[in-house]
């Protein structure tokens, strides 16, 4: 259990009754509760939706370092922490579209969203969006 709560950061927290944690200390408590058991597959709902950013990059770091010891799957609509962090993408809207690398393309966005996309990344030229029919 030590091990567990150390990989999310919160070794210090372990005597800490759970009504006194934050919702994003609750959300790793419940991560770490799961690596206790040492899992084989590691499935996951908006494991990031409450932390801060720089717990949530922590967390997706920890995801990617999981990966090399079990299965690893998660629902997010962070686009961004997803084309960062994973190796593979399935997108689900009324159809599952697959997709074997992380490449998160307009293309394959629009199919999953079905409606048109610009992607705006730090670092590119990018324009302000209008609003759009079909959303």
Sequence with gaps: ??????????RDHSEMPVGALSGGELQRVLIARALAR???LLLLDEPTSNLDERIGH?????FHSLSKEMTVILVSHDMGAVARSVGSVACLNQRLHIHPSKELTPEILEAAYGCPIDLLA???PHRVLADHEGA
């Design 1 to 10: 259990v030590d091990e567990a709560l150390e990989r999310v950061e919160l």
């Design 38 to 40: 040492r899992p084989q």
């Design 58 to 62: 922590s967390v997706w770091d920890l």
């Design 122 to 124: 730090h670092g590119h």
